[in-house]
Antibody, heavy 118, light 108 residues
Framework: QVQLKESGPGLVQPSQTLSLTCTVS????????VHWVRQPPGKGLEWMGV???????SYNSALKSRLSISRDTSKSQVFLKMSSLQTEDTATYYC????????????WGQGVMVTVSS | DIQMTQSPASLSASLGETVTIECRAS??????LAWYQQKPGKSPQLLIY???SLHTGVPSRFSGSGSGTQYSLKINSLQSEDVASYFC??????????FGAGTKLELK
């Protein structure tokens, strides 16, 4: 069945770079777009960016200068790297699959909590 | 960016009751709206897409409605398993999705 699972460090120091991995199963990264979304504690969700099925990427303009999304199709993994982390980047980070026939998210990972603190 | 204002932030209701959650968009989103349910420690689950279409496997007590800038999620005959957080997502401004802040639904 379709699954997405985020992994990465739970704690990152300010000014450092965050690296997260989304490992998917049950579908191919070359057939579906995979998005990254985050949610600060007690706040709403923020769309961060997308790995398109053709390997291209798009980013939220508010994060574009710090954000990079890549993938390894052989390992069914999508990667997120975000630089210059600040305390405001403390959040739960999710990857989500976009439905093939429409643009909502039909499957999400369980999320990984990342705390930015020294 | 399209702003989504969701209300209420929290809601307490009794079993069997009908509850309604609302989202207001800052501009017309032409039914490009989805509703998700998220239980503690779990992934968000799609409930409704295109404002009023029920996702496969979702109980019929869930329904969505609305148009333009105003949308709502209704849960008829509240069940204990419906205790969760709910949030809306607009995708009219694709791919710059924006989300409501969420509604936490508890049992009274």
């Amino acid at each position: 069945q379709v699954q997405l699972k985020e992994s990465g460090p739970g704690l990152v120091q300010p000014s450092q770079t965050l690296s997260l991995t989304c490992t998917v199963s049950g579908f191919s990264l070359t057939s579906y777009h995979v998005h990254w979304v985050r949610q600060p504690p007690g706040k709403g969700l923020e769309w961060m960016g997308v790995m398109w099925s053709d390997g291209d990427t798009s980013y939220n303009s508010a994060l574009k200068s710090r954000l990079s999304i890549s993938r390894d199709t052989s390992k069914s993994q999508v990667f997120l790297k975000m630089s210059s982390l600040q305390t405001e980047d403390t959040a739960t980070y999710y990857c989500a699959r976009e439905d093939s026939g429409d643009v909502y998210f039909d499957y999400w990972g369980q999320g990984v909590m990342v705390t930015v603190s020294s | 960016d399209i702003q989504m204002t969701q209300s209420p932030a929290s809601l307490s209701a009794s079993l069997g009751e009908t509850v309604t959650i609302e989202c207001r968009a800052s501009e017309d989103i032409y039914n490009g709206l989805a509703w998700y349910q998220q239980k503690p420690g779990k992934s968000p689950q799609l409930l409704i897409y295109n404002a009023n279409s029920l996702h496969t496997g979702v109980p019929s007590r869930f329904s969505g409605s609305g148009s333009g800038t105003q949308y709502s999620l209704k849960i008829n005959s509240l069940q204990s398993e419906d205790v969760a957080s709910y949030f809306c997502q607009q995708y009219y401004d694709y791919p710059l999705y924006t989300f409501g802040a969420g509604t936490k639904l508890e049992l009274k």
